[in-house]
């Protein structure tokens, strides 16, 4: 079975780097964006399996790509899981309501995070 | 003071004013027999001081009317 | 002449009379502003010169000279200082609808009936003589001038005189008893007196002109001839300056110009604003003085005309008609009528609604007639009494005309009655000033007067006449010689009038202090002596300080007031009252102002002691203390200032709530900023918390990983940290220069010292990028007043912020010093890719980097600008991004010019 292919967007490269570490290690295909250009134009390549979204990106941000995923036939089944320093109960409902599965407050336990990955991913 | 005390004042000032020309010592002075142009010196006297008091109180609401508006 | 032209002619004055009231009480409905009220005011008070003025003056000039100036001088001067006692009189009497001299002696001393009936007996025995000589003057001009011999057929003459009487009689009925509520004004009986006094000066001055220029070559040719016969008494003053008379005419004759019923009716009920007084100062003062400039000539001119041949009262009339001048004769009768009718119809007005309220309503009439059901019959019940009075006064008049007829002249008869209301003097204008008088003492007062008045002025002037023994002059009653009528206590060389004025005031006002001090007064007077002395400060009140604590039912209050005034005017009354303050009618008990002002009403139909004896009958008073009616009377004074202050204050409040709304939202405003700033700090905590999180929680899972890899995590870490640190550093001192908690440490500072040792700091940084940072004005002195280590901030972030910026190896920037206009200024330029011009405000904002940064990694914590744009502001000065140069960003701060 192939290893499932997930994308990480975050504009913070640190964040970047250990998530594409976690995910690796845990046998994940990772890709991976610094913005939501980026992210937009690996969903149409790669389509990937899951989206570690982050939501504040200065060029678009992660709902936008969140709901543009969910909109597509072809891509509606991706799986979404917001990482978001925004941590009010509005942001969070607008968050699940764009079709996200999860959404995960900054910071976040990196054992939670692929506790998570690891079910949905299941 | 008030305008209207003020007003108070200056009347019964006037009154005690024309009470003084009108009795003594003034009028002991022009209780005589004499003739000015052919009248009577307390007769003259008299109406003069009497019309200048008259003026003074026209004079006096005058002012005031003039105030009011 | 033709005694029936005369009878005639008198017809058709009197009929004129009837038409001008007419008219007036018709204009007076139709509202019109025909006639202007002042004048009639001012020349309604000249109803003080009577047929006393009008015939006896000449012959007081002929027996006393000069002397009967006075009379007049006395008006004159107290209309001066009567107008601030008369304007507070109207006041009194308007608020309160007093409308006699007896009701407001009795309201102000507690509403009591004994003062009232005490005045109106004095005014009685004081005035009715004085109408009688009114009578009399007009049946002796009568006679005159039709030529009936005198002294023949007296009894024919009295018959005359109550012919006079009945006549005269009729008219006043028919204009001054029109309306129960004698309150109400006769606005055209005052425009016929006032046309009146018109009449006898133009009638008189016609008089004196002929005199002086048609039978004699002027005023200085009499006054020659006279000295030439030897009337050398014309000219100057007798005894009247040595024994004291001369200061006691002017007065007794100036207190009578507000005292006498009839003057009190002009001056005070009659009067229709307050404002016609300033006319009145003036004009009447030159009424006077112009009735009496021919006085003394005509007089001269009678003496050496006609001798003895008539009586010296009978000069005026008898000089035109004996020297031929029948037409000037008829004109100055018709004066002498009009003299003599005003006082007898304004006299007679007064004195009926005195005795009417005072004596014959109180009589036990008033208790059946507000009993009765039958309102009708109750007004006409009242009507009818005031008729009758006047009837009775006139009868009266009638009577002693020719029974008691003196022999004394006309002014005597009029000094006597001006000497007995002079006694009301003490108590009226006390009472207007003096909150301690009491009613004990007024009645004290005006009894004592009165007697002492009897004793020393009239029984002289009876015992003169010959109806008592003339020993009682010379020795004194039962032979005590410092009893003596005209010399009481042993005080000699005054005269009858000034003996008596002295010592009839002497005890009236003694005995007012004294008793007053003595007795305390009750609870209903200190009311009404509160209300009359502080009068000013009760108009506009609602319901005024007579605010008694009443209790009645609304029915009985209505239907008391329907009785004296009748049915609908009463609603009329009540309503409007009502609606004016806002005040309830259909509730079962009656508001207190409801009855209070029913009261008045009642006060001006039947007098203030009855219309309190019926009100307190229907009434229930509650027990309330002085000091709680002190309390009240204080409450409507705040109320009023309340009212004023509130109307102020409702200003100030709508501009308050303006300002209100207006910080409101600056403070929504900055409340959504601090939350929004909240918000993004603790986001741009939560963005390197969760790197240092991450990371360490990946060192820790995996102890196995390469050092290399391991060192650059941590690493990694402790930049994060550096950043977080930082930033919170950051956010602090932010808040703390926004919240105004940071105090600016001045000092001198040498900008170009401070400006070189930042750039020194920061060297390293640049070398590192390779980059050139330079500071083009090293030698910059300028010492500058300005929190250094502030100000060494904001430097420090701008060039920091440039060399983030600047491209390396090519980045190139240069700090320098510029004075412009008196404005220090720091540039700091750099060559990198510049601001948008859309941004540069921007820029300052809190946080707008990380809002919109385009780069991977924020390279600041956002909060630089924000910081140096709050340095510099609090220094006074403007910190900018310059526009003009389309390469590279130039920051520039400014300090104002010290």
Known sequence: MQAKKILVVDDDPYILMSLEFLMKKSGYNVMIARNGTEALASIKTHQPDLILLDIMMPDVDGYSICKHVKSKKDLKH????????????????????????????????????????????? | MKLEERK????????????????????????????????????????????SCILLLLFHSLIRTKRKH | ??????????????????????????????????????????????????????????????????????????????????????????????????????????????????????????????????????????????????????????????????????????????????????????????????????IKLIAFLALGFTTCYVLFNGFAAISSEAQLKGFTRFFTLHDGLENNDWLAMIFVSGLATIFLPRQFQVAVVENTDVRHL???????????????????????????????????????????????????GLLVYIGGFSAASGMIIVETIALSTMVSNNLILPLGILKNLAAGGDEKATIRSIIFSRRASIVIILLLACLYDKWIATSSSLVSIGLISMAAVAQFAPAV????????????????????????????????????????????LDQGFFGISWLRPTGLFGVQRMGVLAHGVFWSM??????????????????????????????????????????????????????????????????????????????????????????????????????????????????????ISISEVMNIVKESQQVLELNKELKKKSAELSRAKQQLTDVNERLMKSDVLKDEFLYTVTHELRTPLTSIRALSEILYDNPDMEEEQRQFYLEAIVKEIERLSHLITQVLNLERYESGRQKLNYAAVELGGLIAEVIASLQPLAQEKRISLAFTDPNFMTLQQCDRDLIRQVIYNLVSNAIKFVPEDTGCITVTCRMVEDELQVWVEDNGKGIPAELRELVFDKFFQAKNQTIQKPVGSGLGLAICKRIVEMHGGRIFVDGLSPQGAKFVFTFPSN
Request: aromatic share 10%.
């Open chain 1, 78 to 122: 991706i799986h979404v899981i917001f990482l978001s320093a925004k941590t009010k109960e509005s942001d969070i409902k607008k968050g699940l309501e764009c079709g996200a599965s999860l959404y995960i407050p900054k910071p976040f336990s990196t054992r939670d995070l692929m506790k998570q990955v690891n079910e949905l991913m299941a």
């Open chain 2, 8 to 51: 108070k004042a200056i009347y019964v000032l006037l009154a005690f004013f024309m009470l003084l020309i009108f009795n003594a010592p003034i009028l002991y002075s022009v209780n005589r027999p004499d003739f000015l142009g052919g009248i009577p010196v307390l007769f003259v006297y008299l109406f003069c001081a009497w019309l």
């Open chain 3, 1 to 198: 002449m033709n005694k029936l032209l005369i009878i005639i002619c008198s017809v058709a004055y009197l009929s004129l009379l009837f038409l001008i009231a007419y008219l007036v009480e018709q204009q007076r409905k139709s509202k019109s502003k025909f006639l202007d009220k002042s004048w009639i005011y001012a020349l309604s008070l000249a109803v003080y010169c009577t047929a006393w003025t009008f015939y006896g003056s000449v012959g007081r000039a002929v027996t006393n000279g000069p002397e009967f100036l006075t009379i007049y001088l006395g008006p004159s001067v107290m209309c001066a200082l009567f107008i601030p006692v008369l304007r507070k009189l109207i006041i009194i009497c308007k608020t309160q609808r007093i409308n006699t001299i007896a009701d407001l002696i009795s309201n102000r001393y507690g509403k009591n009936y004994t003062l009232g009936i005490l005045v109106t007996l004095f005014c009685i025995v004081g005035v009715l003589p004085y109408i009688a000589i009114q009578l009399k003057a007009i049946a002796t001009s009568l006679h005159i001038i039709t030529g009936v011999p005198k002294g023949i057929s007296p009894a024919s003459w009295s018959n005359d005189t109550l012919v006079i009487a009945g006549i005269l009689s009729v008219f006043i009925i028919i204009f001054g008893t029109r309306s129960a509520d004698a309150s109400e004004r006769h606005e055209g009986l005052v425009a016929t007196i006032a046309f009146e006094s018109i």
């Open chain 3, 278 to 328: 300033h006319k009145a100062t003036w004009l009447f003062p030159l009424y006077l003085l112009l009735i009496n400039i021919f006085v003394l000539p005509v007089a001269m001119g009678g003496q050496l005309l006609l001798g003895n041949q008539v009586s010296v009262d009978a000069y005026v009339l008898a000089l035109p008609l004996r020297t031929g001048h029948p037409l000037l």
């Open chain 3, 429 to 472: 204008i006390g009472g207007l000033y003096l909150k301690w008088l009491t009613r004990k003492g007024a009645i004290t007062a005006i009894t004592l007067g009165f007697f002492v008045w009897f004793i020393t002025i009239v029984v002289p002037s009876i015992i003169t006449a010959g109806y008592m023994d003339h020993s009682i």
């Open chain 3, 506 to 623: 002497i005890a009236n006002i003694g005995s007012l202090f004294v008793i007053s001090l003595l007795t305390h007064p009750s609870r209903q007077e200190e009311y009404q002596s509160e209300l009359f002395v502080h009068i000013d400060q009760y108009i506009g009140v609602t319901g005024g300080p007579g605010m008694w604590k009443l209790s009645a039912r609304m029915e009985s209050v209505s239907g008391l007031l329907a009785n004296f005034i009748g049915r609908e005017r009463a609603a009329n009354l009540l309503g409007a009252y009502a609606q004016r303050h806002k005040i309830l009618l259909d509730k079962e008990e009656a508001d207190p102002r409801i009855i209070d002002f029913s009261e008045k009403i009642l006060t001006g139909v039947i007098g203030s002691a009855s219309a309190r004896v019926l009100i307190s009958n229907i009434a229930q008073e509650e027990e």
